[in-house]
């Protein structure tokens, strides 16, 4: 590690196991439990800190930690890791994904953005595109949005359901209870392989969400950004909320759980979510692959070839 990092300074030790678990309970949903969106998770959650310039010295070093670790992951190359990011609208999984992530190797890291899916998509099974974009060994996987969007807006708008080809027999008062079993299992299998998997829900507010749709509307820099079917998505707010708790109960689990990340403060949302990735990168005992001896001989003897060169 640099000398940099060697010094252990507040946001690392913030972010390291019994300081790190403290610093998320309020934030991850606690596998087998059952919560409320509403009433245990504030969108305007930021712990200890007091605003955007209390926090970003901590935000640095942690991203400059985590160039360290994902270069340890990259040449190591046994464990991949898949972050996965589900939000609404105008949460600021973009612009996390861009300031956490601002200093990796683009190399070891491959970001899918999921949307409505293709006809080709349509064809297969619904876990099918998201798993041929799963990350190789030794590369960080982020998915924007993922294979969780087929139990969220399809229940939120059933009508999506007519365009799926799944066999009429089969959507039925069982199929989001199947579902629930199907991702937990494709996930546990995941992990049981060498993937760890990280999930975020960028907890935006109602209020906030209409703030920053209007910031689009009126800055033309923006306007690219906003839809008019973001607006009309709004009446559906409650359905939504309904739909993710739903999720969180039944999808959080031991190998996977769900961490709800509080979303009103920016700044806040990208230092919870670098210090998770940095703590759980760290317990993995990460280190650079080491060479046996013969290989050893080999660089002392290209190392002489190329002192005596002329």
Known sequence: MTKQHSKNDSALKL????????FMRPLIVPPGQKISLAKDYDPGYKAHYLNKSDSQGDLQEVIEALKHYQDMLYAQNTYSLLIIFQAMDAAGKDSTIKHVMSGINPQGCQVHNFKAPSTEELSHDYLWRC?????????????????????LITRVHPEIMEHGRLPPNLINKNLWKHRFEEINNFEKYLVKNGTVILKFFLNVSKEEQKKRFLERINRPDKNWKFSTNDSKERAFWDDYMTVYEDMFNHTSTEVAPWHII??????FTRLAVAGTIYAQLKEL???????????????LQAKIMLESEK
């Not at 798993?131 to 139990?151: H, T, V």
């Open 15 to 22: 972010f390291d196991s019994k300081s790190h678990a403290e």
């Open 131 to 151: 798993s041929k974009a799963l990350p190789e060994r030794g590369k960080i996987g982020i998915f924007n949005r993922s294979y969780y969007e087929e139990i």
């Open 262 to 267: 509080s979303a009103d403060h920016k700044w």
């Open 285 to 299: 005992n990460l280190h650079y692959p080491k060479i046996n001896e013969e290989k050893h001989q080999e660089l």
